[in-house]
């Protein structure tokens, strides 16, 4: 079946372009969604004009999304979870995960079928890509760690010097007492 794309759909196609789509795919989805139309004659007529239309709506959205996208690039995710000797996860951090830690850093509400991801399985840096629209898809970094472990981007608290009653500086460390006197 051949449809006129009326909106820009994922991994298929921009406005205005005339696609062949399985028969069930354009008339159970992209049809009833508003997605597209049948590719008449008559509906190809306004082909030129649905791609004018959907290239300016285009360009407003992504001058919108823009901001999202800048703060999207500079955020850096962590997760603690539990993983076996070799760093496989017992479970997995999934796309929602990834979406509830990114409104709760940022504010910025992220549906998790924007998130292009497969369930994070193991431990260390991946990088995951967000859909805002066809044009803007930044990329931010997801650190998984094992649980206990502490950030190796955060500074580890350094020895307190401390005075002991001679007045001679002396370092100590947490497992370390001092002797009753």
Same mark, same amino acid.
């Given at each position: 079946? &051949?449809?006129?794309?009326?909106?820009?759909?994922? &991994?298929?196609?921009?406005?205005?372009?005339?696609?062949?789509?399985?028969?069930?795919?354009?008339?159970?989805?992209?049809?009833?969604?508003?997605?597209?139309?049948?590719?008449?004659?008559?509906?190809?007529?306004?082909?030129?004009?649905?791609?004018?239309?959907?290239?300016?709506?285009?360009?407003?959205?992504?001058?919108?999304?823009?901001?999202?996208? %800048?703060?999207?690039?500079?955020?850096?995710?962590?997760?603690?979870?539990?993983?076996?000797?070799?760093?496989k996860l017992y479970g997995s951090i999934?796309?929602?995960?990834?979406?509830?830690?990114?409104?709760? &850093?940022?504010?910025?509400?992220?549906?998790?079928?924007?998130?292009?991801?497969?369930?994070?399985?193991?431990?260390?840096?991946?990088?995951?890509?967000?859909?805002?629209?066809?044009d803007l898809i930044p990329e931010l970094?997801?650190?998984?760690?094992?649980?206990?472990?502490? %950030?190796?981007?955060?500074?580890?608290?350094?020895?307190?010097?401390?005075?002991?009653?001679?007045?001679?500086?002396?370092?100590? &460390?947490?497992?370390?007492?001092?002797?009753?006197?």
């Amino acid at each position: 079946m &051949k449809v006129l794309l009326i909106k820009d759909v994922y &991994k298929l196609g921009r406005a205005g372009h005339v696609k062949k789509v399985a028969d069930g795919y354009g008339r159970n989805f992209l049809i009833p969604q508003g997605m597209a139309v049948l590719a008449t004659p008559g509906s190809l007529k306004q082909a030129d004009r649905i791609r004018k239309n959907a290239a300016e709506h285009r360009a407003v959205v992504n001058e919108e999304m823009g901001g999202v996208a %800048e703060i999207l690039a500079k955020v850096h995710l962590s997760f603690a979870a539990r993983a076996g000797e070799t760093g496989k996860l017992y479970g997995s951090i999934t796309s929602q995960d990834v979406a509830d830690q990114i409104q709760e &850093k940022t504010g910025v509400s992220i549906k998790r079928q924007q998130i292009d991801m497969q369930p994070l399985r193991s431990l260390g840096e991946h990088n995951i890509r967000i859909r805002l629209t066809m044009d803007l898809i930044p990329e931010l970094k997801v650190n998984v760690l094992r649980e206990g472990e502490a %950030e190796p981007s955060l500074p580890i608290e350094p020895e307190e010097p401390i005075t002991n009653s001679t007045g001679e500086s002396a370092t100590v &460390k947490a497992d370390e007492t001092e002797p009753a006197a």
